[in-house]
């Protein structure tokens, strides 16, 4: 079964996609086809955005999904003619909060992504840059940092210390352990002072190897053998050194940035 | 007024926080303290966020609000116990999408955020090694990427492709306007065979000189002359060469990517 699925909203459309997307895949067997309708900003736009929907309708035989985050009244307003499954990511909980609280929303659009916070938006562009100035060990010195990501090369380092910048504005620096420092079997005096803001990521050799592969394909670096070596060197100098290691084999940036953040009990910066 | 807001989840939390964020900036004044609590996965666990809330009621005299995420029907009864304003953003959907689609849903832990879609990861970790490797002209050759971003010296061209390739899986390559392309006059020979994956970034040349300023503080680089020259020159450019150009100045990342995305007509990778 396809369906077609419209994220519908005044602001970027995040809010509603990401929600849209967890609710739907609580469904087996469903496929569907996404189309991202953000910034509807006037009722011109959001006539135009029921016409697709119409044709939608008509090509496909049955009537689209729509998951909303429109608060603009006049534009829900013509949203609601439209012949559809209306999911209204808010409605459901602005009813009880009125309840709870004693005071009135004020829907303001697009509030949600938007500039409106700027410490939090400064703190985020920082952090960005500070990975990227800390990547692969390029700063060498952590005194700023608020994590140091530690593993063998290409074992997640960079992604998750950019999620964390992005996403959370965490200072998030990496370093990778060579060959070199896995020999020397004990943790690179560059890391010592900083431990308590280590967090080791491990990978599955296997994979890793692929990964290696695709990047310098026959190389030692690459082969089964030196990725079995690196990874069950690493795992072993990490853990006898109290730093908390998780795997990147089958877990999401957002799952491992999210569970950096629960065990260094790091807050989100500028919230 | 400030309330202390409990996202709870059994997978990383990323959609409650999302969703309770959007819905509470609806209500001005509120005044809000966020704990996260992701990967609540036993009943044991579950019972010390019941405890916590239970503190947390204590301490501020009123009663906690919880943006809650669980699907575990177990960690989800323990939950339940809690004296809290629950907020369950599944809950309100799957109902109506019963009824819609025929099918029972199935609720999977942490799907939304999972590894579960091992094409779209790959997609977006290969996307950030695009945008890493291809960050601030040092590709040189686009015939890869979705979109090139073009645009002087710090107007928010990196974090904007970092975040278009972790949220979005596209590749995005950005290009310096540096101030010999723009006494030249026009585009650079590198880009105009790209003409139609082109988007110029602008911003406002006081905020520029700010952003200048702290990066390298009293040069001609940093100069409001300078950055005024800079700044009106390369809209004037781009705008000439009909690229789409927006403005970084009030629009945060998750904007200007959505906007790029929306614009470009680019999909997301993978998904």
Same mark, same amino acid.
């Given at each position: 079964?396809?369906?077609?699925?419209?994220?519908?909203?005044?602001? &970027?459309?995040? &809010?509603?996609?990401?929600?849209?997307?967890?609710?739907?895949? *609580?469904?087996?067997?469903?496929?569907?086809?996404?189309?991202?309708?953000?910034?509807?900003?006037?009722?011109?736009?959001?006539?135009?955005?029921?016409?697709?929907?119409?044709?939608?309708?008509?090509?496909?035989?049955?009537?689209?999904?729509?998951?909303?985050?429109?608060?603009?009244?006049?534009?829900?307003?013509?949203?609601? %003619?439209?012949?559809?499954?209306?999911?209204?990511?808010?409605?459901?909980?602005?009813? @009880?909060?009125?309840?709870?609280?004693? =005071?009135? @929303?004020?829907?303001?659009?697009?509030?949600?992504?938007?500039?409106?916070?700027?410490?939090?938006?400064?703190?985020?562009?920082?952090? &960005?840059?500070?990975?990227?100035?800390?990547?692969?060990?390029?700063?060498?010195?952590? +005194?700023?940092?608020?994590?140091?990501?530690?593993?063998?090369?290409?074992?997640?380092?960079?992604?998750?210390?950019?999620?964390?910048?992005?996403?959370?504005?965490?200072?998030?620096?990496? +370093?990778?352990?060579?060959?070199?420092?896995?020999?020397?079997?004990?943790? @690179?005096?560059?890391?010592?002072?900083?431990?308590?803001?280590?967090?080791?990521?491990?990978?599955?050799?296997?994979?890793?190897?692929?990964?290696?592969?695709?990047?310098? @394909?026959?190389?030692?670096?690459?082969?089964?053998? *030196?990725?079995?070596?690196?990874?069950?060197?690493?795992?072993?100098?990490? *853990?006898? *050194?109290?730093?908390?290691?998780?795997?990147?084999?089958?877990?999401?940036? %957002?799952?491992?940035?999210?569970? =950096?953040?629960?065990?260094?009990?790091?807050? %989100?910066?500028?919230?």
């Amino acid at each position: 079964m396809r369906r077609t699925i419209f994220y519908v909203s005044d602001g &970027t459309g995040i &809010t509603a996609e990401t929600l849209g997307h967890a609710v739907l895949t *609580q469904f087996p067997g469903l496929e569907f086809t996404s189309i991202r309708l953000p910034f509807i900003e006037t009722p011109e736009q959001a006539m135009h955005a029921v016409e697709r929907m119409r044709a939608e309708a008509e090509t496909r035989g049955v009537r689209p999904i729509v998951v909303s985050s429109v608060v603009n009244p006049a534009i829900r307003e013509v949203l609601n %003619e439209a012949d559809v499954l209306m999911l209204d990511i808010f409605r459901p909980f602005v009813e @009880p909060l009125v309840e709870e609280l004693g =005071i009135e @929303p004020s829907p303001t659009i697009g509030r949600a992504h938007g500039f409106g916070d700027a410490a939090r938006y400064d703190a985020r562009i920082d952090a &960005t840059n500070y990975a990227l100035s800390h990547d692969d060990g390029m700063g060498r010195s952590y +005194d700023e940092a608020d994590v140091v990501l530690v593993g063998v090369s290409r074992s997640g380092k960079t992604p998750t210390c950019l999620y964390l910048a992005l996403q959370y504005g965490v200072r998030a620096a990496n +370093d990778p352990l060579v060959p070199e420092d896995l020999e020397a079997g004990r943790l @690179p005096e560059r890391l010592v002072g900083h431990k308590g803001r280590l967090f080791g990521l491990t990978i599955d050799p296997a994979r890793l190897s692929e990964v290696r592969e695709t990047r310098l @394909p026959g190389t030692r670096y690459a082969s089964a053998e *030196q990725c079995r070596w690196e990874v069950s060197t690493s795992e072993r100098l990490l *853990q006898a *050194q109290g730093v908390p290691v998780v795997s990147t084999t089958r877990s999401s940036v %957002e799952e491992i940035a999210s569970m =950096i953040l629960n065990r260094l009990d790091l807050r %989100e910066k500028g919230a």
